[in-house]
């Protein structure tokens, strides 16, 4: 009993973790635009000081390479099974996801009772209620820093 229940409360996390995923590398992605547009503006601004040849292609190329970066990083940083039941819980499982997935492998009544309520709330919950877009405040420091660029 214990193995069917712990693969169906894997399942169920499953869905949550995707979505968290898909969250992850929205963010990781933004940042990294975020972080590649900042560099150009250091590469602008120092062409100020000193005449810098053939500035965008250097300013492109290391944005490429910022951007990948972040990439890599937010695969290694991927969230995990516990982070999904983490989010499950902050959405309102009260503490039902993280209780199940802490007691997985376990086959006492109590844990087999918590494990079924859990899947079957984890069956039922909606994961659109997760939100997939960054804060507004990255959007807008990546906005503020294209402007610094166009007006350089």
């Known amino acids: 009993m214990g193995k069917a229940a712990d693969r169906r409360l894997y399942g169920a996390l ?3 973790r995707r979505r968290l995923l898909l969250r992850h590398f929205v963010r990781f992605i933004i ?11 250091v590469w602008l601004g120092a062409s100020f000081i000193v005449p810098i040849y053939y500035i965008w ?7 490429a390479v910022t951007l990948m970066t972040s990439v890599l990083a ?7 099974m516990r982070d999904a039941a983490r989010e499950a819980d902050r959405q309102g499982l009260q503490e ?3 209780t199940a997935y802490e007691r997985m492998g376990l086959d ?3 844990s087999v009772a918590q494990r079924e309520d859990a899947i079957n ?3 039922e919950f909606d994961v ?4 997939v877009m960054p804060p507004k405040r990255w959007v807008y420091w990546g906005l503020a820093v294209s402007l610094l660029i166009f007006v350089g």
């Open 128 to 131: 659109s209620t997760i939100p």
């Open 74 to 80: 937010g695969a290694v940083l991927r969230p995990s």
């Open 108 to 110: 006492d009544v109590f």
């Open 31 to 41: 940042l990294g635009t975020v972080a590649a547009l900042v560099q150009a503006a």
């Open 14 to 16: 499953k869905r949550i």
């Open 57 to 63: 292609h250097k300013s492109a190329v290391c944005g």
């Open 96 to 98: 039902r996801a993280v």
């Open 121 to 123: 709330r984890l069956n």
